[in-house]
């Protein structure tokens, strides 16, 4: 598991099998079941049946939500290919992102999304990583401290739905932890010291603005998503020791 780490960084824990917990009182902030159309801002794609499709590397759809200090986003997945070797994306997929969307124009400008104060990756790495392929690779950052691990090699199917979670929210320590879930399996655990506090909380699945810029990374051709949604866990009770 590759580490970065700033100076203060707490760090990411081990992959582990927990399963996930149960919902604690969340409320839906976004529904967006992709069936047709869009409460998002959509770049490229196109609708089909299941959901949204990705037709191009730069295919993206984003959206503005509350800042949510505490907070959850679930989506589904299916044609994400093992050991994926196709041209477009032989580095890494793109699946989800979130950031500030206030910074420098984030959402559409590079500069904005890579030098990001908060910024949260989920990619999916390819044939081109040797040792890392399909496996994860994760980023959880407030700037200065940021944790960036890789997952366990997993398997894929491309005729699989996967459901992701990824839930984040203050440990009380001073430190924010973010969790990274498949179909109910914990798969990372990342903490940095600060809290997840952007000025526009963007949430963003498919390719980043960096894809456009790279002709084999951005988000997974043929790959359908459906079923995004997000939820504030501020108002939840704190779940059992």
Known sequence: MKMLTGAALVGALLVSSVLAPP???QQLVLDDPLQGSTQGARSGGAFVAGGWQVTSKNDSIYWHIPT???GAV?????GLQPNDARPEGADKNEIFHMYDWTYNNADTVYDGYRNNPYKHFVRKSNILNGGKVNSLELLWQILPDYAEPDTQALSWDPNTTYRFRQEWGPDGAGNSVLRTYRDGVLLMTMAVPGSWNPSGHAVRIAASPRAPLYPDFGAP??????NVQVWDLSSAPPPPP
């Open 23 to 25: 919902a604690r009182g």
């Open 68 to 70: 949510l200090t505490e």
């Open 74 to 78: 679930e989506w589904s997945v299916r």
């Open 221 to 226: 051709i043929d790959a359908i998503f459906s």
